[in-house]
């Protein structure tokens, strides 16, 4: 029984710090591991994460984070706006960075990545094709942070 293969789509992107991106091509990494959230509640869940990313960037040679907010094009004229929100709550210049913003089509994205619904956030790691590795869904746990550790150590 053949699995469908999960894809990060074609998105154009802008990072808070400016900087734009045709993701996933222009991704740093060989291996990248992106929180996509959906939902402006979704960024405690992010969060959690946070720590796992920074480790493992640290542990894994050509593996870059990210974190992308992931919102409705029908917001792209108040981006300024939200952008600028987003960049006043981060002060460190790497977290924006790494912070890229998608205004796209939020359902193609889902539909993409395969996920049921936007309402948890979801970690994937990807090529620079977009071909999807690993995914899980929500809040850090402990079982998926292992799954996580293994697929990157796989």
Request: hydrophobic fraction near 40%; charged fraction near 25%.
């Amino acid at each position: 029984m053949s699995q469908s293969i999960r894809l990060l789509p074609a998105v154009d992107a802008r990072a808070l710090d400016g900087t734009e991106y045709r993701l996933p091509n222009e991704l740093g990494g060989e291996r990248n591991l992106i929180a996509v959230a959906f939902q402006r509640n979704q960024q405690d869940d992010v969060d959690t994460w946070l720590g796992d990313f920074a480790a493992l960037e640290d542990q894994h040679d050509g593996l870059i984070t990210y974190e992308m907010p992931t919102i409705s094009r029908r917001w792209a004229p108040v981006r300024g706006f939200i952008d600028g929100g987003m960049t006043a709550a981060i002060p460190d210049p790497k977290t924006r960075a790494r912070t890229i913003t998608a205004y796209t089509d939020v359902n193609r994205v889902r539909d993409s990545l395969g996920l049921p619904d936007t309402n948890q956030i979801a970690v994937i790691v990807c090529d620079r094709d977009g071909v999807v590795s690993w995914l899980a869904r929500g809040a850090r746990s402990d079982e998926a942070a292992a799954e996580l550790r293994a697929a990157l150590s796989g």
